[in-house]
């Protein structure tokens, strides 16, 4: 029996939804661990409780038609952080396609987005799928690298050991943390990771849910912590080894725990593989472009990243958002007039500027100012613009419809919206 649009409700979760939710999602998402990850989402995630959870809800059967979770986040970008969701376990029970569930869902979440705060919304997966729902490619994690466990052998018999690796636990979360705020670059688009959540990824999670993750904590001689590495606790069908993150304080420490990193790395490797009686063949490095863990490493293969969805319902709040990141960058670079208008077709955005620095940022009606623009932009543009997926002028070549007359504002942008990496290690 076909049941019409009319008769599906989209309500937030309630308590009572986990065990269908957990089976749903299992029986939709064919991955290990998708029934624990559920659970936890319900009952231990920091940041997410059943209210984060949209469900379609066939009024008639009064059975759950379809679901998805929106998981708050915080990313930074450029050093400034930004209040997102993560869109997550989205799926509709076969009986109940037909009646575009996902997008009523979405609207859902667009709609608690809008009175709630989080300017940006992300999410991965199916092709083409999510621009139906005003999503666009805007995030671009590096590409994933392979290194072949045959040349970690190698590696670490010539490294020097002033450095040791265990196993992280929870009272390590506020050096972790603080580690994230200090050492990360400015330049790598993720997504923020503080003490609680550390304390979640250390201990938090059930041991069998999809997310969870090894943590090893490197220490230098006196035992303080000087940098961490995060993988897989499984093994790939191909003996591939995610790994997902690896931090030092600084650029001395990489120097001498690359090697520490790498040969623990090969041991978790083989450890999983023994596991399940598979070989270990690669490290797969999971993590934005140039990082540092791949030193002169020689990549056996090179994946090329699936850039994620992002959406914002409010440019301008976003743009509001990134305005220290803005003004840090501009910082040497004075604009020479009082604002820089952008026009995205739908409103005018105004970046005011003092003395050639930037403080403030507003939006206003399109028909007042759409002559004076220093810069034409659809919006999509304008998010992978403020996302760093491309720079400003790659993104002329691409945008038919965004244009920037002046060379020099063309000059001024690329300095403000550099192309970032990104991190696709969140807090899920
Ligand atoms: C993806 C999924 C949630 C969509 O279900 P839904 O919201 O009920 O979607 P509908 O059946 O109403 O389809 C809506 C439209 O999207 C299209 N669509 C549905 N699934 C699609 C897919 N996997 N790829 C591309 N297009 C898809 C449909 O063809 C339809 O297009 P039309 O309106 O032009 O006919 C559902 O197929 C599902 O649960 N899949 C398994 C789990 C999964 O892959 N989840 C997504 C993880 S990112």
């Not at 059967?61 to 050093?79: H, K, M």
């Not at 989080?118 to 999510?130: E, K, R």
């Not at 990134?322 to 009082?338: F, I, V």
């Not at 005018?348 to 009606?365: K, N, Q, S, Y």
Request: aromatic letters at 8%; proline letters at 7%; hydrophobic letters at 45%.
């Amino acid at each position: 029996m076909k049941i019409s649009g009319d008769e599906y409700v989209v309500r937030p979760g309630i308590p009572d939804d986990i065990a269908v939710l957990a089976a749903m999602n299992e029986g939709l998402h064919p991955y290990p661990g998708v029934g624990p990850w559920t659970r936890d989402l319900f009952e231990r995630h920091p940041f997410v409780d059943f209210r984060d959870f949209v469900v379609a809800e066939s009024r008639t059967e009064r059975r759950i038609a379809a679901s998805l979770v929106a998981i708050n986040q915080q990313w930074t970008l450029g050093g400034t952080s930004v209040p997102a969701v993560q869109i997550e376990l989205v799926g509709s029970d076969p009986r109940d396609r037909g009646h575009n569930l996902t997008g009523r869902m979405l609207d859902a979440v667009h709609q608690r987005c809008r009175t709630m705060g989080p300017a940006l919304q992300l999410i991965s997966g199916i092709p083409y799928f999510y621009r139906r729902f005003g999503y666009e490619y805007a995030v671009r994690p590096g590409d994933s690298i392979d290194v072949a466990a045959a040349v970690l052998q190698d590696h670490h018999c010539h490294s020097e050991l002033d450095f040791f690796v265990r196993p992280a636990v929870s009272a390590d979360a506020p050096a972790l943390a603080g580690l994230d705020r200090s050492a990360v670059p400015a330049d790598v688009l993720r997504c923020h990771r503080d003490e609680t959540s550390w304390v979640y990824e250390l201990s938090g999670r059930r041991k069998d849910s999809l997310p969870s993750v090894e943590v090893a904590v490197i220490t230098d001689r006196l035992g303080a912590i000087a940098g961490y590495v995060v993988n897989s606790p499984r093994i790939g069908s191909d003996g591939a080894l995610k790994v997902f993150a690896a931090e030092c304080v600084n650029d001395d420490v990489w120097a001498g725990a690359r090697a520490v990193m790498l040969r623990y790395l090969a041991d978790a490797g083989a450890a999983a593989a023994r596991r399940t009686g598979s070989q270990f063949t690669a490290l797969r490095m999971l993590m934005p472009d140039g990082h540092q863990l791949m030193g002169m490493l020689p990549p056996v293969a090179v994946h090329r990243a699936e850039p994620w969805y992002a959406r914002s319902g409010d440019l301008g709040a976003l743009l509001k958002w990134c305005l220290p990141a803005l003004a840090a960058r501009w910082r040497e670079h004075g604009w020479p007039r009082s604002v820089l208008v952008l026009d995205t077709y739908h409103e005018v955005i105004r970046l005011h500027f003092a003395a050639g620095r930037l403080h403030d940022i507003d939006v206003v009606a399109r028909d007042a100012l759409r002559s004076a623009a220093d810069v034409v932009v659809p919006p999509g543009a304008l998010l992978q613009l403020i996302l760093g997926y491309a720079t400003p002028s790659e993104l002329l070549q691409i945008w038919p419809d965004m244009s920037v007359p002046e060379p020099t504002t063309l000059d001024f942008l690329a300095i403000g919206f550099p192309r970032l990496s990104a991190s696709v290690w969140s807090v899920i």
